[in-house]
């Protein structure tokens, strides 16, 4: 064998295992940022629903408007990692948007269920 060959199959090696690392600190990052995002969302949101279940004259339209772009920025740093539940999120800015139409509509409060929401995206991001 052609001793010549080993410089350039590891460099080769060098760059494929430095390529993988890159790829994965990437990919940590994005998991870290999205759960970031997650406990952001998810603790306004729980601060939010205590103040008004208290007193239910503190509701705001703009407090609700604050919470429907925090879960709006979750779904999107977790669509990378998983679509499925980064569609939940957004059905949660939804609702947000406008919580009174939501409940009118008839549509299901399961699916955006606060605690099953936040349980299920970090269970999700830690699988990875």
């Given amino acids: 064998m052609d001793v010549d060959i080993f410089p350039t199959m590891l460099k080769e090696v060098s760059g494929w295992t430095r390529t993988l ?3 994965h600190d990437q990919r940590t990052e994005s998991v870290g940022h999205a ?7 998810s603790n306004e ?3 939010y629903v205590a103040k ?3 007193n239910p004259n503190a509701a705001t339209p703009d407090q609700a408007a604050a919470l429907a772009k925090l879960w709006t920025e979750a779904g ?6 998983n ?3 980064a569609e939940r999120f957004f059905m949660k800015a939804e609702y947000w948007s406008d919580p009174v139409g939501w ?3 008839g549509r299901d409060l399961v699916l955006i269920d606060l605690d099953t929401l936040t349980e299920s995206a ?6 990875l």
């Avoid at 759960?35 to 969302?41: F, T």
């Fill in 83 to 85: 679509p499925q539940l």
């Fill in 103 to 105: 409940e009118r509509s």
């Fill in 52 to 54: 008004i279940r208290d």
């Fill in 76 to 81: 999107t740093d977790i669509y990378r990692v």
């Fill in 35 to 41: 759960l970031k995002s997650i406990a952001v969302a």
């Fill in 122 to 127: 970090r269970a999700a991001l830690l699988k």
């Fill in 21 to 23: 690392l890159e790829r």
């Fill in 45 to 47: 949101t729980r601060a």
